[in-house]
């Protein structure tokens, strides 16, 4: 049966609708009606299952590493960390939020987040989520130091959704600070030097916010919106003075301060390419001027 002009469109698990996408609400009440596993077979089926969603849930493998666990055991046991994990995952499905479509005219955000069991992450558009990712660490993995750990955290968000990110301007915010000093770096064994080599191919600005350990704030609520902005590093500095001369605002100032009527301008002035308005930095149009006004307004300044 075939039909025309539908506003929502169950396809492939997945409910598509004017609102986003979300989870498919029969395959909702198979998970909550699914018994609990009584062998490896069982917990491969659930955990398979369940995986399909995974979009959908904040942390899903370290909520999921319980029940992983028990795949790794050479008899089966079911235990009570495994029991909780079962039960918080289908609490979480019938909590799953409706995913926002990916809008390519408008600012990409990622918020990422790192515990020794795995990592986290989300992308979002305007506060509401396009997709949640996160990734259970290996052995090798969770014997690294925090800040490789989170640094690693960043550098798959990004993999992850780089055919969104490429060529676009986006925001990342993480809650460890060390991130801040990642281009200032003296020495820098293998990983990062590839990890480093790798983010300069995307035009970012890295920003540290308060989240709580191991939490990822959900982006669709109003908790999650209020962010604080307390340090930004920004990938990619240089780009900067470039903006300038393309600004239909600075522009002209800039033109201005490189003739010899330069002194008409204060208190405007270029200090290493930078434009300044007394001790104020101007920055361009572009996506962190947006975010800066975003951060100040949500936060009642």
Not at 211 to 230: F, I
Request: proline fraction near 4%; aromatic fraction near 14%; include cysteine.
């Amino acid at each position: 049966m075939c039909s025309f002009l539908s506003y929502k469109v169950v396809f492939l698990g997945f409910v598509v609708s004017t609102n986003g996408l979300q989870a498919n609400p029969e395959k909702i009440r198979a998970i909550m009606e699914w018994p609990v596993p009584q062998s490896v077979g069982d917990v491969r089926s659930f955990r398979g299952f369940v995986s399909f969603y995974r979009r959908f849930i904040c942390g899903f493998t370290s909520i999921m590493n319980p029940i992983t666990e028990c795949l790794k055991q050479n008899s089966f046991e079911w235990s009570k960390s495994a029991q909780g994990a079962f039960e918080q995952i289908k609490v979480l499905m019938t909590e799953a939020p409706v995913l926002t479509l990916p809008d390519f005219e408008k600012l990409f955000t990622i918020e990422c987040d790192a515990s020794h069991v795995g990592i986290g992450a989300v992308l979002s558009q305007e506060g509401k989520p396009v997709e949640f990712f996160s990734e259970k660490l290996s052995c090798a993995k969770c014997r690294y130091s925090t800040y490789d750990v989170e640094f690693y955290a960043l550098v798959r968000a990004i993999q992850h959704w780089e055919h969104y990110l490429a060529y676009k301007e986006f925001m990342v915010y993480s809650n460890h600070q060390a991130l801040r000093y990642l281009n200032s770096q003296k020495k820098l064994n293998a990983w990062h030097v590839k990890w480093s080599s790798y983010l300069q191919e995307f035009n970012f600005s890295l920003n540290y916010k308060i989240v709580l350990p191991g939490r990822l704030s959900n982006p669709g609520t109003a908790t999650g919106r209020r962010n604080l902005l307390l340090t930004t590093m920004i990938i990619g500095f240089e780009e900067l003075k470039e903006q300038y001369a393309t600004d239909p605002y600075f522009s002209s100032i800039v033109s201005e301060l490189q003739g010899p009527t330069s002194w008409k301008m204060l208190p405007f002035r270029m200090h290493d390419g930078y434009l300044f308005k007394g001790n104020l930095l101007c920055i361009p149009e572009g996506s962190l001027r947006e975010q800066i006004i975003r951060e100040l307004h949500d936060n009642g300044y």
